[in-house]
């Protein structure tokens, strides 16, 4: 059930906590605040430690300074401090090949920890539309959604990877979010041929691009079906852009 004045508390959380830690209030989720304001709702303090952690890594925090930030929450909730070692390292945490091993959440929050925790904060403000990053962020031009992807540094990441095709789709689906006058990061419904003709790629490669940028933490995919032989038989795919756009992961020199 939402309720107005708990979503009104969240974006004062939100402009609150933003200005405490000097980050943009319009890159701060409401239900995150509600979070760091210390309600827990019901879900366990080590899964709510995880969740503010990996926020904070999003933001742009240092693994020190989330630390700080969550000793300060420990103390507010009674938990104890030693108790955020593990859930700040598996935030921080890395695979081999030194990207993070985990996504923060976007703003559907459909399962895992993220639902368990998130979830009923964003049923009751009302998220999307009463979520203080949205809000502000659906202000915004669309055309900034590329430039975004490219300043974070993607462009670059990408081609150093040889997934040329990837910068291509990624474009192509900030060009339908303006064509179609959709908020910024809203889900679309779209075909490989809307996007392939977009990016100007083979529609064989707009697959496997999408499923690139949504392993880079870019995109949510929900893929279609364009298999069948009659048009019936056909469902487009659902995509959904993250924003922010995060920043890439520390490139390793190959040795």
């Not at 742009?60 to 969550?70: D, M, Y």
């Not at 990837?166 to 679309?188: D, N, S």
Request: aromatic content about 8%; hydrophobic content about 35%.
């Amino acid at each position: 059930m939402r309720s107005a004045a708990f979503a009104m508390a969240a974006l004062q959380a939100a402009r609150a906590f933003a200005d405490r830690y000097g980050i943009k209030a319009g890159e701060m989720k409401s239900c995150v605040a509600i979070l760091l304001d210390g309600n827990l709702g019901g879900c366990a303090r080590h899964e709510a430690a995880f969740v503010i952690a990996i926020e904070l890594r999003r933001l742009g925090l240092q693994e020190g300074q989330a630390n700080q930030v969550l000793l300060e929450w420990a103390r507010t909730i009674g938990y104890p401090p030693r108790s955020i070692a593990g859930p700040l390292r598996n935030a921080f945490g890395r695979k081999p090949n030194g990207d993070y091993r985990y996504h923060p959440p976007g703003f559907r929050k459909e399962r895992g920890v993220y639902k368990r925790v998130l979830q009923p904060f964003c049923q009751e403000i009302g998220c999307p539309e009463n979520c203080l990053q949205y809000l502000l962020r659906a202000r915004r031009s669309e055309s900034d959604a590329f430039e975004r992807f490219e300043e974070q540094g993607w462009v670059l990441s990408l081609n150093r990877r040889r997934c040329h095709a990837a910068v291509h789709v990624y474009r192509a689906i900030c060009e339908l979010e303006r064509e179609r006058r959709i908020a910024p990061g809203a889900p679309q419904l779209t075909s490989y041929k809307q996007l392939a003709e977009r990016a100007q790629v083979d529609p064989k490669t707009v697959g496997r691009s999408l499923r690139v940028l949504a392993r880079e933490g870019l995109l949510e995919v929900e893929f279609g079906s364009g298999s069948g032989p009659h048009a019936r038989d056909r469902k487009p795919s659902q995509v959904t852009r993250l924003v922010p756009v995060p920043p890439t992961p520390p490139f390793i020199e190959p040795q």
